[in-house]
T-cell receptor, first 113, second 114 residues
Framework: TQLLEQSPQFLSIQEGENLTVYCNSSSVFSSLQWYRQEPGEGPVLLVTVVTGGEVKKLKRLTFQFGDARKDSSLHITAAQPGDTGLYLCAGAPRGTSYGKLTFGQGTILTVHP | DAGVTQSPTHLIKTRGQHVTLRCSPISGHKSVSWYQQVLGQGPQFIFQYYEKEERGRGNFPDRFSARQFPNYSSELNVNALLLGDSALYLC?????????????FGDGTRLSIL
């Protein structure tokens, strides 16, 4: 059983569409991070959300941390082909004493021109 | 500034052999973590080292070991390789071990076991 469940696992959309990726857990997290990973490269940090209910925006990307700090979502507006990649949520359950990150299984996003 | 560098980029080994993977963190970063990413899955935590000491270990067998050197670079060693060890091995560095610290990943070493 995954500590962090991401959905959907695969997403194939046309340029200009909107999409939302979900990251859910039954555990409380001190913070959650979102990464994007492209083929042949390591994950690149997009954002860290820390406070329950927090909303952060990064251009066309909107990240939200659930009020109970058990879930998060990533919303992309007007997706572009350059948004294609593997999106990963990651965090450390509350009480973790060191920087061990637990990752979700990822969402593979393909944006067609 | 140079990012996290890992070597080699690709490696092919056979079952039973051992392998050493290397990682150089971003200058000034004292913490290095290792992750294994199997195709189609998210990375899984293997080790974290800080100031040359192991600070955390994931659920991996004793065939996996690591160390950190005085210059904060790190090596991951895997003995008695199995087919299931085929994966992308990622190294991440951060200033220290705190959960709030952003981790910067290298591009990984792709290990294939034949």
């Amino acid at each position: 059983t995954q500590l962090l469940e991401q959905s959907p696992q695969f997403l194939s959309i046309q340029e200009g569409e909107n999409l939302t990726v979900y990251c859910n857990s039954s555990s409380v997290f001190s913070s959650l991070q979102w990464y994007r990973q492209e083929p042949g490269e390591g994950p690149v940090l997009l954002v860290t959300v820390v406070t329950g209910g927090e909303v952060k925006k990064l251009k066309r990307l909107t990240f939200q941390f659930g009020d109970a700090r058990k879930d998060s979502s990533l919303h992309i507006t007007a997706a572009q082909p350059g948004d294609t990649g593997l999106y990963l949520c990651a965090g450390a359950p509350r009480g973790t004493s060191y920087g061990k990150l637990t990752f979700g299984q990822g969402t593979i996003l393909t944006v067609h021109p | 500034d140079a990012g996290v560098t890992q070597s080699p980029t690709h490696l092919i080994k056979t079952r039973g052999q051992h392998v050493t993977l290397r990682c150089s963190p971003i200058s000034g970063h004292k913490s290095v973590s290792w992750y294994q990413q199997v195709l189609g899955q998210g990375p899984q935590f293997i080790f974290q080292y800080y100031e040359k000491e192991e600070r955390g270990r994931g659920n991996f067998p004793d065939r996996f070991s690591a160390r950190q050197f005085p210059n904060y670079s790190s090596e991951l060693n895997v003995n008695a390789l199995l087919l299931g060890d085929s994966a992308l091995y990622l190294c991440a560095s951060s200033l220290w071990t705190g959960l709030e610290q952003p981790q910067h990943f290298g591009d990984g070493t792709r290990l294939s076991i034949l």
